[in-house]
């Protein structure tokens, strides 16, 4: 028997009860998150992504000289050439120096928490992968020759994200835009920064999140809003397949033009 503020029930009971509780929902149709776990995740993972580069690296702490940049960093020609998608996620676990990996781990903890108790854990971890994978997408149509690592994709599109989602809810966001406009001049004016990741994040950040915020939070039956957000996210990441498959002839016009 289960212990009840009044008596007990039976286990069977309980469980039946408790399916048909609804859980609590956020504005945006996500699970109410108690703590970010995805946020603590990820930024776990790229710390590990960042000790695997030191620590094989020739000489030892050299990010940038290690063999776990080379083969996992984003290079279009090996993803097209060779066949090597998977550079176009991995690539967001590695950093090219210390300064880079606290950089984005600070946007990361700032953005990401915030984010993702708005709009819970699945749609949070979604938006952060299309936001990568979209920065990858753009550095392959336009920048395949260089090579890059870093999660700053994924961190513009959490910019991206905070501004639609942030307006949507009536807050002010003129820091955010700073904030945002601050990077994108360090984007253009400081040399080698894979200035293609920060658009292409940037633009996926607005778009997913224009999806979240916008479409309807709410429909007639449940699971109804996450039906409809993931079928419009899926259409965003069937157009990001389709130009990372049209990258060769983007090439090819861009060297005759």
Known sequence: ?????????????????????RSARTAFGGRVVRKPYVTWTILAMMGV??????????PVGQAGLSPVTGM????GLAVVLDGQWYRMITSAFLHGGVMHLLFNGYAMFLLGQQLERW????RFLTL?????????VVSLLFAPGQPSVGASGAIFALFGAVFVIGRRLR???????VLLGLNLVITFLVPNIAWT??????VAGLAVGAIFAYLPARTGRAGGSTL???LAVALFVVLLAVLAVLAPAVWSMVLTA
């Open 228 to 230: 409809v957000h993931a």
């Open 1 to 21: 028997m289960v212990e009840a503020s009044v008596g007990f029930q039976c286990p069977e009971c309980v469980a039946e009860g408790n399916r048909k509780v």
């Open 171 to 177: 807050l002010d966001m003129r820091m955010i835009l």
């Open 49 to 58: 992504g960042f000790l695997l580069q030191l620590g094989t690296s020739e």
């Open 119 to 122: 709009l819970g854990h699945g």
């Open 72 to 75: 996992f960093s984003m290079y």
């Open 128 to 136: 952060w992968v299309v936001g990568a994978l979209a920065g990858s």
């Open 197 to 202: 990741a920060h658009i292409g994040g940037l």
